[in-house]
């Protein structure tokens, strides 16, 4: 099982896993970023799917008379063999550029690592130089392309994958990016990008950072 509160809590921004409790505001975020958000019972399907699935959320600060820490964020994979495949990452487009995909995406990993994936993969716009430099602090290099992956433009996707995840050596580059994100200014050492739009939701999309 994983707990409740998944590790750590960076720069004010809390990840931990998604609970049905947590879709009204999550559907919400859908209806903001994509073109054909997915709807209550699928997200209800992945979450039931616990052996192959993972879905986190990121929970901004309480304010006013709001005790409840808001979602301002959510990432899923799916675990294939050993293969974990990035399914989504949202972020609420009130709180883009505050590197919550960033923090998401060191949840998403280290749950990744959790279930014994080796490997993960990911996807992003060929010309997108600072996504891919994002993405390669995490470990992730190019293999190939998704020719016209993009819906609004016609634009290819650079497949990415990071390898050896169980290895001493990407826990030490996870562990650096988290100590970046936590540090004060919370930078993960790339700029911080908009959310696109994409065909499917296999992968990330240009700069989910």
């Known amino acids: 099982m994983v707990a409740e509160l998944t590790r ?3 720069a004010g921004v809390q990840t931990a ?3 049905p409790r947590h879709l009204g505001q999550i559907l919400a975020i859908e209806r903001s970023v994509y073109p054909k958000p997915w709807s209550r019972s699928v997200f209800l399907s992945e979450l039931a799917q616990g052996d192959s699935r993972r879905y986190v959320v ?3 600060q309480a304010t006013g008379w709001w005790r409840y820490r808001p979602v301002v964020g959510y990432a899923g994979l799916m675990l ?4 974990a495949h990035i399914t ?3 972020v609420h487009p009130a709180h883009h550029r505050r590197k919550i995909a960033s923090r998401l ?8 690592r959790a279930l014994g994936a080796a490997s993960a993969t990911l996807e992003v716009r060929v010309a997108n130089r600072g996504a891919q430099r994002l993405y390669g602090g995490f470990g992730f290099a190019p293999v190939g392309t998704r020719p016209g992956y993009y819906a609004e433009t016609g634009e290819d996707a650079l497949i990415m994958w990071a390898f050896q995840l ?7 580059r996870l562990a650096g990016q988290e100590a970046r994100l936590n540090a004060p200014g919370g930078s993960s050492g790339a700029p911080d990008l908009e959310v696109p739009w994409v065909k ?5 999309g240009e700069g989910f950072t």
């Open 80 to 83: 294939a063999v050993d293969e």
């Open 17 to 19: 896993p998604m609970r």
């Open 200 to 204: 499917g939701r296999v992968g990330l």
């Open 8 to 10: 750590p809590v960076m």
């Open 88 to 90: 989504t990452v949202a």
């Open 105 to 112: 995406l060191c949840a998403l990993l280290r749950e990744a």
């Open 58 to 60: 990121a929970l901004g």
């Open 166 to 172: 169980q290895s001493q050596e990407f826990a030490d």
